[in-house]
């Protein structure tokens, strides 16, 4: 009677395929969700600066401005949102990532009281 079974070589064989097609799988996973990640700081940013000009509605000045005075709290985890710089008439208001990817080519997103929207990074369709 013959053994039935696999070979160590099959066995290897399919560990292989498995570990090839489980990295494309994540590496295909990582940049939507990325992408989604960085949506949601960018809205946080918009949503920030609309805060931060009804504050400038009140008090005709950005200067002094701080998420805890303007009670704004950010719901993106991955991203922190924090205020830059602030004058009499000029805001920057920034939403770092907390943890630095080597695909996400967008870094640091960056808005100003004129509502311009720059970033750190070399990507070209960052918003």
């Not at 949506?39 to 920030?48: F, H, R, V, W, Y």
Request: net charge negative; with cysteine.
């Amino acid at each position: 009677m013959k053994n039935r079974g696999f070979t160590l070589l099959e066995v290897m064989t399919a560990l292989l395929i498995t570990m090839v097609l489980a990295s494309l799988a994540v590496a295909t996973y990582r940049m939507p969700v990325t992408k989604t990640h960085q949506a949601a700081a960018k809205l946080d940013l918009i949503n920030l600066a609309s805060v931060i000009e009804e504050y400038y509605e009140q008090h005709h000045t950005y200067k002094d401005i701080t998420l805890a005075r303007l009670n704004f709290h950010s719901n993106v985890g991955e991203y922190q949102v924090k205020v830059i710089s602030a004058s009499d008439s000029h805001f920057k208001i920034a939403a770092v990532p907390i943890i630095a990817h080597s695909h996400d080519d967008c870094g640091i997103f960056y808005l100003d009281q004129t509502g311009d929207q720059t970033v750190s990074g070399s990507g070209k369709q960052c918003w």
